[in-house]
Structures are given as structure tokens and as C-alpha cells.
């Protein structure tokens, strides 16, 4: 993971919009380094096959993580679990590439759709009163979202290319 810890990454977890009310940072630096305990993330299953290798629960939000790391292309498949703080609202995480902070992070969120599954919208937070919907600034493929009708909580897929620091 020596990869990862030079590429400083946060996850960000947002409970309602503004953007600017966002607050909840933490680094998953140190989620990779500090294994947690009786994790209900263990018991997690995902439809179509997919799986992670590891899993963390994160201390806000009833959120959770799961990932597996690949280091020979330096990718990271994510599976972001969370329940939107209002029924109908949304949830999202983000990678910081090049600092610990919110401004420059790169946020992939999942908002209720008129259809049945979640809208998936990448964003640029380019400081707290600038937010912009575009591409990340690094490869992400595989984005899907979908909902659990039972538990409300929304699940965010993606695959990210990790910047590999020299
Ligand atoms: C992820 O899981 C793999 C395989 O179980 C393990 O070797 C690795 O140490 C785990 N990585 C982290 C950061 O927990
Ligand atoms: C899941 O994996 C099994 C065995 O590899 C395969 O037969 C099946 O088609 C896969 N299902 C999906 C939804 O990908
Ligand atoms: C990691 O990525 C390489 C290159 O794409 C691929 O050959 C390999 O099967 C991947 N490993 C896993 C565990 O997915
Ligand atoms: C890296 O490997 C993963 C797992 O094999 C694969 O899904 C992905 O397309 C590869 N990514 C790149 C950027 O090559
Ligand atoms: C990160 O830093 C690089 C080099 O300084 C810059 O080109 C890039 O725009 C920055 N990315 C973000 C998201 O701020
Ligand atoms: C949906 O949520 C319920 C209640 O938490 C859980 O028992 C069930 O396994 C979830 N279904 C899927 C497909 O994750």
C-alpha cells in the first residue's frame, strides 16, 4: 500500500446538499493502514459476481467501504455503501489526488433518478464555492450506482486509476 500512502487520498462522505455544507474528511490513508474491527462490512453482498478483497466500515453515516487494490495497473475497484441523510436525497465519496483537503477533490456522487436505478454525476470541487460537474482528472471506468429498496441505502461503483507517484 506504499503506493497509496504517497498519494494522499481522502473519502469524503456527504450527508445533504450544499456542496459547501460538506464537512465529514477523512483520510483513507489511514483507513488502509488501520484495520477495524467486527465489521459489518463482512456480512455485505453484492449482485452480478462482484467482489471486493477488502472492506471497511467508516465511522459516519453507516457508510462502507469496500476495494480491491490492483497494483500492477495501480487501480482501485470501489464500492461506496451509504444511506442518503433524506429518502430521495443522495451520497457520494472522493478522492483527493494531490492534497489531504476538500478543494481540488474529485467526487463521484449517486442521486435518486426519475428511473429506477441512481443517476452517477462526477465532480470537480475546485475549492468550496466552485463545484463543477466534469470529468475526473483521472481515468474512472465501471461507474454504476443502484439502490436497496429494503435498507434505502445507496451503492456507488467505480473503478479508479490510482495516480502513481514516482
Ligand atoms: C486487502 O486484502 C488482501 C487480501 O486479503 C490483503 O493481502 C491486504 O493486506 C488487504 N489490504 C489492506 C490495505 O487491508
Ligand atoms: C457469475 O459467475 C458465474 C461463474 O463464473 C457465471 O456463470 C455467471 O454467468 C456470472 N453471473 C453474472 C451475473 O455475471
Ligand atoms: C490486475 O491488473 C492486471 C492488468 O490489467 C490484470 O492482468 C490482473 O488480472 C489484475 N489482477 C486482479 C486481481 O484483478
Ligand atoms: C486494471 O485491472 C483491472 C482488473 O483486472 C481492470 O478491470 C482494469 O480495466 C485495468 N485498468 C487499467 C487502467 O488498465
Ligand atoms: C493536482 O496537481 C496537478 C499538478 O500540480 C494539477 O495539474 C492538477 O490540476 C491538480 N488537480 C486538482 C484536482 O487540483
Ligand atoms: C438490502 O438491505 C437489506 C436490509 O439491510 C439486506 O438484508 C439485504 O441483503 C440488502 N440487499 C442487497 C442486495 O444488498
Not at 108 to 118: D, F, N, T, V, Y
Amino acid at each position: 500500500m506504499a503506493i497509496l500512502a504517497q498519494a494522499p487520498l481522502s473519502v469524503l462522505t456527504m450527508a445533504s446538499l450544499p456542496f459547501y455544507a460538506l464537512s465529514l474528511f477523512f483520510s483513507l490513508c489511514v483507513l488502509l493502514v488501520s484495520p477495524t474491527h467486527s465489521l459489518t462490512c463482512t456480512s455485505q453482498k453484492f449482485t452480478g459476481n462482484k467482489s471486493y478483497s477488502n472492506c471497511t466500515d467508516l465511522p459516519n453515516l453507516n457508510s462502507y467501504l469496500h476495494y480491491t487494490y490492483n497494483s500492477t495497473n495501480s487501480s482501485l475497484s470501489v464500492a461506496f455503501i451509504a444511506s442518503p441523510a433524506k429518502p430521495g436525497g443522495w451520497i457520494g465519496w472522493g478522492i483527493n489526488p494531490n492534497d489531504t483537503g476538500m478543494a481540488g477533490a474529485q467526487v463521484i456522487l449517486a442521486l435518486k433518478s426519475s428511473k429506477g436505478a441512481p443517476e452517477v454525476k462526477t465532480y470537480n470541487l475546485v475549492s468550496y464555492s466552485d463545484i463543477r460537474e466534469e470529468k475526473l482528472s483521472f481515468d474512472v471506468w465501471d461507474l454504476s450506482a443502484e439502490t436497496n429498496a429494503t435498507s434505502g441505502e445507496f451503492t456507488i461503483f467505480a473503478s479508479v486509476k490510482v495516480p502513481r507517484k514516482s
